[in-house]
């Protein structure tokens, strides 16, 4: 059975930083695309960040620059580097694992960005 745990968030004030952890459990991390996504009060979920299993990443057009995102095929974990954070960000942070063309997720883990 697949699990994922997140774990960083919290309070941040503008233009501070945040980091992601994600941590992992069964076989499939080292050859699964990891994303993070975000879900701010009464919007949909976004795609924040991802990499591949090679370690090609792709981000939001909003991040680049600020975020970055990481793996560690021997601790099984992804991470999210955020910084420079923005009031907007203010959202539950989902990490994700894809694998053999099914998603298996995080419970989320809260930022808040206050001003």
């Known amino acids: 059975q697949v699990q994922l745990v997140e774990s960083g968030g919290g309070f941040v004030q503008a233009g501070g930083s945040l980091r992601l952890s994600c941590v992992t459990s069964g076989n499939i991390f080292r050859v699964s695309t990891a994303r993070w996504y975000c879900q701010a009060p009464g919007k949909q979920r976004e795609l924040v960040a991802g990499?591949?299993?090679?370690?090609?990443?792709n981000y939001a057009a909003s991040v680049k620059g600020r975020f970055t995102i990481s793996r560690d095929n021997a601790k099984n974990t992804v991470y999210l580097q955020m910084n420079s954070l923005k009031h907007e960000e203010t959202a539950v942070y989902y990490c994700?694992?894809?694998?053999?063309?099914?998603?298996?997720w995080g419970q989320g883990t809260q930022v808040t960005v206050y001003s």
């Open positions: 994700s694992l894809n694998w053999n063309y099914r998603d298996y």
């Open positions: 990499i591949t299993r090679g370690g090609s990443t």
